[in-house]
Protein backbone atom coordinates (compact mmCIF):
# COMPACT_ATOMS: atom_id res chain seq x y z
CA UNK A 1 0.00 0.00 0.00
CA UNK A 2 1.16 3.52 -1.09
CA UNK A 3 1.82 5.94 1.62
CA UNK A 4 -0.27 8.32 -0.26
CA UNK A 5 -3.41 7.55 -2.29
CA UNK A 6 -4.65 9.68 -5.26
CA UNK A 7 -7.27 9.45 -7.64
CA UNK A 8 -5.22 9.94 -10.75
CA UNK A 9 -8.40 10.87 -13.15
CA UNK A 10 -8.70 12.22 -15.68
CA UNK A 11 -11.19 14.59 -14.34
CA UNK A 12 -12.82 17.04 -16.71
CA UNK A 13 -15.13 19.35 -15.59
CA UNK A 14 -17.61 22.42 -17.47
CA UNK A 15 -15.79 25.46 -16.73
CA UNK A 16 -17.77 27.22 -13.65
CA UNK A 17 -18.00 23.97 -11.44
CA UNK A 18 -16.94 23.18 -8.11
CA UNK A 19 -14.02 20.63 -8.52
CA UNK A 20 -13.18 18.70 -5.68
CA UNK A 21 -10.04 16.69 -5.54
CA UNK A 22 -8.49 14.03 -2.79
CA UNK A 23 -5.88 12.06 -0.84
CA UNK A 24 -5.79 9.72 1.65
CA UNK A 25 -2.36 8.36 3.30
CA UNK A 26 -1.68 6.00 6.04
CA UNK A 27 1.32 7.75 7.90
CA UNK A 28 0.01 9.15 10.78
CA UNK A 29 3.46 11.03 11.44
CA UNK A 30 2.42 13.72 8.65
CA UNK A 31 1.67 17.10 9.89
CA UNK A 32 2.53 19.28 6.83
CA UNK A 33 0.09 19.03 3.97
CA UNK A 34 0.68 20.73 0.14
CA UNK A 35 -1.24 21.18 -2.78
CA UNK A 36 1.01 21.47 -6.13
CA UNK A 37 -0.33 22.42 -9.72
CA UNK A 38 2.06 21.31 -12.09
CA UNK A 39 1.09 22.42 -15.87
CA UNK A 40 2.68 19.95 -18.59
CA UNK A 41 6.81 20.42 -19.56
CA UNK A 42 6.62 22.72 -16.32
CA UNK A 43 7.62 22.40 -12.32
CA UNK A 44 5.54 21.78 -9.32
CA UNK A 45 3.68 25.30 -8.23
CA UNK A 46 2.82 25.46 -4.54
CA UNK A 47 -1.02 26.50 -4.31
CA UNK A 48 -1.89 25.60 -0.78
CA UNK A 49 -0.09 24.58 2.55
CA UNK A 50 -1.61 23.48 5.80
CA UNK A 51 -0.52 22.01 9.10
CA UNK A 52 -2.85 19.47 11.03
CA UNK A 53 -6.43 19.33 10.88
CA UNK A 54 -8.77 22.17 9.46
CA UNK A 55 -9.72 24.16 6.65
CA UNK A 56 -7.83 27.09 4.36
CA UNK A 57 -9.24 29.24 2.21
CA UNK A 58 -7.11 31.43 -0.76
CA UNK A 59 -9.28 32.81 -3.45
CA UNK A 60 -11.16 30.47 -5.59
CA UNK A 61 -9.19 27.45 -3.82
CA UNK A 62 -10.19 26.03 -0.12
CA UNK A 63 -8.12 23.37 1.62
CA UNK A 64 -9.15 20.58 3.89
CA UNK A 65 -7.34 18.35 6.52
CA UNK A 66 -8.91 15.69 8.11
CA UNK A 67 -6.22 13.59 10.43
CA UNK A 68 -8.77 11.86 12.07
CA UNK A 69 -9.27 10.54 8.69
CA UNK A 70 -5.84 10.87 7.04
CA UNK A 71 -7.60 12.47 4.22
CA UNK A 72 -6.90 16.02 2.73
CA UNK A 73 -9.11 17.88 -0.02
CA UNK A 74 -8.86 20.31 -2.31
CA UNK A 75 -11.69 21.95 -3.90
CA UNK A 76 -11.59 24.40 -7.26
CA UNK A 77 -14.63 27.26 -7.26
CA UNK A 78 -15.93 28.97 -10.38
CA UNK A 79 -13.10 26.21 -12.26
CA UNK A 80 -11.72 28.32 -15.19
CA UNK A 81 -9.80 26.26 -18.39
CA UNK A 82 -6.76 28.12 -17.23
CA UNK A 83 -7.19 25.53 -14.13
CA UNK A 84 -6.75 22.95 -16.58
CA UNK A 85 -3.03 20.86 -15.18
CA UNK A 86 -2.23 18.11 -12.91
CA UNK A 87 -2.89 18.50 -9.06
CA UNK A 88 -0.61 16.57 -6.22
CA UNK A 89 -0.70 16.43 -3.10
CA UNK A 90 2.02 16.52 -0.79
CA UNK A 91 2.68 15.69 3.00
CA UNK A 92 5.55 15.63 5.15
CA UNK A 93 6.20 14.78 8.75
CA UNK A 94 7.21 17.03 11.44
CA UNK A 95 10.69 15.28 12.74
CA UNK A 96 12.78 12.09 12.07
CA UNK A 97 14.92 11.02 10.00
CA UNK A 98 12.27 12.21 6.92
CA UNK A 99 12.68 15.82 8.18
CA UNK A 100 11.66 17.77 5.17
CA UNK A 101 10.92 15.07 2.51
CA UNK A 102 7.72 15.18 1.22
CA UNK A 103 5.33 12.10 -0.22
CA UNK A 104 3.64 12.85 -3.15
CA UNK A 105 0.24 11.59 -4.59
CA UNK A 106 -0.02 10.49 -7.51
CA UNK A 107 -1.46 12.93 -9.29
CA UNK A 108 -4.49 13.97 -10.62
CA UNK A 109 -5.09 15.34 -14.34
CA UNK A 110 -7.47 17.95 -14.75
CA UNK A 111 -9.36 19.25 -17.42
CA UNK A 112 -11.91 22.39 -17.34
CA UNK A 113 -13.69 22.73 -20.63
CA UNK A 114 -15.23 25.93 -21.65
CA UNK B 1 9.50 35.67 -4.52
CA UNK B 2 12.52 33.56 -4.81
CA UNK B 3 13.62 32.39 -8.02
CA UNK B 4 14.73 29.21 -8.61
CA UNK B 5 16.49 28.30 -11.89
CA UNK B 6 17.57 25.17 -13.77
CA UNK B 7 20.42 24.22 -16.38
CA UNK B 8 19.97 22.49 -18.65
CA UNK B 9 16.27 22.78 -19.55
CA UNK B 10 16.66 19.81 -21.35
CA UNK B 11 18.65 17.50 -22.61
CA UNK B 12 19.32 14.36 -25.13
CA UNK B 13 22.23 12.09 -23.90
CA UNK B 14 23.57 8.98 -25.33
CA UNK B 15 23.69 5.45 -23.10
CA UNK B 16 26.87 5.41 -20.99
CA UNK B 17 27.41 8.88 -20.46
CA UNK B 18 26.76 11.60 -17.58
CA UNK B 19 24.67 14.99 -17.34
CA UNK B 20 25.17 17.17 -14.79
CA UNK B 21 22.36 19.10 -13.52
CA UNK B 22 22.45 22.54 -12.09
CA UNK B 23 20.23 23.96 -9.34
CA UNK B 24 20.85 27.71 -8.75
CA UNK B 25 18.18 30.02 -6.29
CA UNK B 26 18.67 33.41 -5.96
CA UNK B 27 18.35 33.74 -1.98
CA UNK B 28 20.00 31.59 0.38
CA UNK B 29 18.04 28.28 1.42
CA UNK B 30 18.05 25.89 4.29
CA UNK B 31 17.59 23.26 2.49
CA UNK B 32 17.69 21.79 -0.93
CA UNK B 33 16.32 18.43 -2.63
CA UNK B 34 16.79 16.74 -5.66
CA UNK B 35 13.44 15.19 -6.94
CA UNK B 36 12.99 12.60 -10.01
CA UNK B 37 9.90 12.37 -11.89
CA UNK B 38 9.45 9.50 -14.95
CA UNK B 39 6.93 9.75 -17.62
CA UNK B 40 3.33 9.77 -16.55
CA UNK B 41 4.55 9.40 -12.63
CA UNK B 42 4.48 11.44 -9.65
CA UNK B 43 7.32 12.91 -7.75
CA UNK B 44 10.26 10.22 -5.89
CA UNK B 45 12.82 11.66 -3.90
CA UNK B 46 16.77 10.97 -4.84
CA UNK B 47 18.25 12.98 -2.07
CA UNK B 48 18.63 15.84 0.07
CA UNK B 49 22.05 18.33 -0.53
CA UNK B 50 23.69 19.03 2.34
CA UNK B 51 25.78 21.93 2.38
CA UNK B 52 29.45 20.65 2.33
CA UNK B 53 29.06 17.20 3.44
CA UNK B 54 27.31 14.34 1.25
CA UNK B 55 23.80 14.19 0.32
CA UNK B 56 21.41 11.71 2.38
CA UNK B 57 20.10 9.28 -0.57
CA UNK B 58 16.67 7.79 0.10
CA UNK B 59 16.29 3.94 -0.62
CA UNK B 60 17.05 2.74 -3.83
CA UNK B 61 19.41 5.49 -5.54
CA UNK B 62 22.83 5.65 -4.21
CA UNK B 63 25.50 8.06 -5.04
CA UNK B 64 27.85 6.24 -7.59
CA UNK B 65 25.06 6.97 -10.18
CA UNK B 66 23.61 10.08 -8.25
CA UNK B 67 26.51 12.21 -6.93
CA UNK B 68 25.59 15.47 -5.39
CA UNK B 69 27.30 18.66 -4.17
CA UNK B 70 26.28 21.46 -2.53
CA UNK B 71 28.92 23.79 -2.06
CA UNK B 72 27.12 26.70 -0.74
CA UNK B 73 23.33 27.89 0.72
CA UNK B 74 21.94 29.07 -2.99
CA UNK B 75 23.49 26.32 -5.64
CA UNK B 76 23.71 22.36 -6.04
CA UNK B 77 24.19 20.10 -8.63
CA UNK B 78 22.86 16.39 -9.54
CA UNK B 79 24.87 14.02 -12.15
CA UNK B 80 23.32 11.11 -13.38
CA UNK B 81 25.91 8.98 -14.26
CA UNK B 82 26.10 5.77 -16.70
CA UNK B 83 22.83 6.89 -18.16
CA UNK B 84 20.98 4.48 -19.77
CA UNK B 85 17.10 4.73 -21.16
CA UNK B 86 15.92 4.21 -17.75
CA UNK B 87 16.93 7.10 -16.72
CA UNK B 88 14.88 9.01 -18.81
CA UNK B 89 12.60 11.49 -16.50
CA UNK B 90 12.55 14.96 -15.36
CA UNK B 91 14.88 16.05 -12.70
CA UNK B 92 13.83 18.82 -10.14
CA UNK B 93 15.55 20.63 -7.59
CA UNK B 94 13.28 22.06 -4.53
CA UNK B 95 14.15 24.25 -1.56
CA UNK B 96 13.09 25.14 1.85
CA UNK B 97 13.66 28.58 2.57
CA UNK B 98 13.17 28.41 6.82
CA UNK B 99 12.29 25.59 9.13
CA UNK B 100 12.13 21.96 7.24
CA UNK B 101 8.10 22.56 8.58
CA UNK B 102 8.13 25.39 5.86
CA UNK B 103 6.59 25.39 2.12
CA UNK B 104 8.70 23.73 0.10
CA UNK B 105 9.25 25.05 -3.76
CA UNK B 106 10.34 23.51 -6.80
CA UNK B 107 12.64 24.99 -9.81
CA UNK B 108 11.33 24.23 -13.47
CA UNK B 109 12.74 21.18 -13.88
CA UNK B 110 15.24 19.31 -16.19
CA UNK B 111 14.05 17.01 -19.25
CA UNK B 112 16.31 14.42 -19.64
CA UNK B 113 16.16 11.38 -22.55
CA UNK B 114 18.53 9.44 -22.58
CA UNK B 115 19.34 7.21 -26.25
Known sequence: ?114 | SAVISQKPSRDICQRGTSLTIQCQVDSQVTMMFWYRQQPGQSLTLIATANQGSEATYESGFVIDKFPISRPNLTFSTLTVSNLSPEDSSIYLCSVVFGQARSEQYFGPGTRLTVT
Not at chain 1, 42 to 53: A, D, N, R, V
Not at chain 1, 79 to 101: N, V
Request: charged share 20%.
Open chain 1, 1 to 114: QKEVEQDPGPLSVPEGAIVSLNCTYSNSAFQYFMWYRQYSRKGPELLMYTYSSGNKEDGRFTAQVDKSSKYISLFIRDSQPSDSATYLCAMKAAGGTSYGKLTFGQGTILTVHP
